[in-house]
């Protein structure tokens, strides 16, 4: 799987190269942590390269010590006030963020909002489920 450049804005290659000279990181270092080239991180920042595989990204966000939602450039929409009614909507679009889909392996042009829906809904039933089993160990401690 793989994360793709240009969803918000500025490119994820954009974004690597302003948060690693914000953050004064050599591309050397970059590349020694990923263990690739430093030819293939400024591939990545010049957006020559445009997928860049999901783990590499995950690992990349750690690198930079930002999250995945930063590296995407998507920091104003994540910092301002929730705008969701409920969990419902909020579900709806977390799904709809490219790198889940992505991860998940759906395709966000190919499923239609009804079905996102759903797939809402049956997340925050798991997320129910799940919140009561961890809810039940605390207490048992």
């Known amino acids: 799987m793989?994360?793709?450049?240009?969803?918000?804005?500025?490119?994820i290659g954009e974004q690597?190269?302003?948060?690693?000279?914000?953050?004064?990181?050599?591309?050397?270092?970059?590349a020694a942590e990923l263990g690739v080239s430093k030819t293939t991180i400024y591939r990545y920042e010049d957006s020559s390269i445009e997928k860049i595989p999901v783990k590499t990204f995950e690992k990349l966000c750690?690198?930079?010590?930002?999250?995945?939602?930063?590296?995407?450039g998507n920091?104003?929409?994540?910092?301002?006030?929730?705008e969701f009614r409920n969990a419902k909507e909020a579900m709806e679009y977390i799904l709809k963020t490219p790198v889940l889909a992505e991860y998940a392996g759906y395709e966000l042009s190919e499923i239609q909002d009804e079905t996102i829906a759903v797939f809402a809904e049956e997340l925050l039933k798991q997320l129910e489920f799940a919140v009561y089993k961890?809810?039940?160990?605390?207490k048992e401690h």
Request: proline share 2%; charged share 30%.
């Open 2 to 11: 793989t994360v793709k450049a240009g969803e918000f804005g500025m490119t």
């Open 16 to 30: 690597i190269q302003k948060i690693r000279k914000q953050k004064k990181i050599p591309v050397e270092q970059i």
């Open 62 to 72: 750690r690198i930079l010590g930002v999250s995945s939602i930063e590296l995407l």
């Open 75 to 82: 920091v104003e929409e994540t910092n301002q006030k929730s």
């Open 134 to 138: 961890y809810q039940s160990k605390y």
